[in-house]
């Protein structure tokens, strides 16, 4: 029973590793959460979608917040 456990190291590794292409995806989804509450929670939306674009940024720079913004890893 060890596939949800699984995928979501998959998907960490993954999101990690394309932080840039990931950050995308999350503020596609904040435009699409914020069209179907009808501007009704932009505020909480936006604190989610920046939470979740800083974590990935995180994860994408080994943490290391001087990576230029970009999250990507430097060869």
């Not at 960490?12 to 929670?41: F, I, N, P, R, W």
């Amino acid at each position: 029973m060890s596939g949800r456990g699984e995928s979501f190291d998959r998907l960490k590794k993954m999101a990690g590793e394309h932080s840039d292409k990931a950050g995308g995806l999350v503020d596609k989804a904040a435009e699409a959460a914020k069209k179907a509450t009808g501007g009704k929670y932009d505020d909480k939306i936006d604190k989610g979608a920046d939470a979740a674009t800083d974590y990935l940024r995180k994860q994408g720079g080994g943490g290391d917040e001087g990576d230029g913004g970009g999250g990507r890893k430097k060869p």
